[in-house]
């Protein structure tokens, strides 16, 4: 499909991947956020965490994924993938921590309300880049004072105070390829049940899980992007639903 895509000029100018007011990706886009050689645009992954919360709610019973359910009786209501606490979480963070978006790149942070802790799930290999864990992951651990008031602030205290919280590393893979965080951050959002992740990942198939990821938003039901017919025939299954910004 991304060599369709590269090969024809009308589908580098078409909207492929709509999603309301909050991203749009022409197939130009989409060739630069999917290239095997360079990092590509993050904020794919917002559609991202919409496409997969989708999934957990529509899929939930058959999902092997992360069970949120304290999370999901908060903010979330059945058929919708955002309540408007959630959106107003999601804005106040925004705003809070927009400065921070280069240093928790490649990282996840799991707030588990279970045990108590906040898992982190990075993969990068200090090994090669001559370093620790620590040091990097000191300016998170400066932001999570922030995040947990805002979470105070929306929930009007309702959920757990975490910013002090145990901070525990998870053995995940660690990727290859320079700029292959944005598919191994999906694998783990998609795959993460909160012990462990349920899902060989090889380090070495950055490319492969690149394609799937593309392929992942593409076809999306939320994806409103109207699909022209030679690329429609790359589709698996699924289909459209209606969307709306009160959703």
């Given at each position: ?7 024809d000029e009308?589908?580098?100018v078409?909207?492929l991947?709509d ?9 130009h886009?989409?060739?630069t956020?999917f290239?095997?050689?360079k990092d ?5 992954l ?6 997969l919360?989708?999934?957990n709610?529509?899929?939930k019973?058959?999902s ?6 304290d ?20 804005q ?9 978006s280069?240093?928790t ?8 309300l ?8 990075d993969?990068?290999?200090?090994f ?15 932001m999570?004072?922030i ?8 929930t ?14 998870i ?11 944005m ?23 950055g ?7 593309m ?5 999306h ?13 790359y589709?698996?299954?699924g ?9």
């Open positions: 499909m991304r060599n369709k895509i590269a090969s009308k589908l580098k078409t909207t991947v999603f309301s007011i909050f991203c749009a990706f022409d197939g886009d989409l060739l956020t290239s095997d050689d590509g645009d993050s904020s794919i917002d559609f991202t965490v919409h496409c919360r989708y999934d709610i529509v899929h019973e058959d092997i994924g992360y069970k949120a359910n999370v999901e009786k908060v903010y979330m209501d059945a058929g919708k993938t955002e309540t408007e606490e959630f959106t107003i979480l999601r106040c963070l925004e705003s809070e921590i927009e400065q921070y280069n240093i790149k490649a990282k996840r942070l799991c707030i588990n279970i045990y108590n802790r906040i898992v982190i799930l993969m990068i290999d200090y090669w880049v001559n370093t620790s864990p620590e040091p990097c992951h000191q300016p998170i651990y400066a999570l004072p995040i947990n008031v805002a979470f105070q602030k929306v009007k205290n309702k959920f757990p105070q975490f910013d002090n919280w145990s901070r525990p590393f053995d995940v893979p660690k990727q290859a390829g320079p700029s292959d965080f598919f191994f951050l999906w694998k783990y959002m998609e795959f993460w049940d909160g012990e462990s992740l349920n899902i060989d990942i090889n380090p070495f198939k490319m492969i899980y690149n394609i799937e990821m392929h992942y938003l593409v076809f039901p939320l994806n409103q992007g109207d699909i022209p017919d030679e690329l429609d025939i589709r698996l299954g289909r459209k639903i209606e969307w709306n910004e009160s959703q």
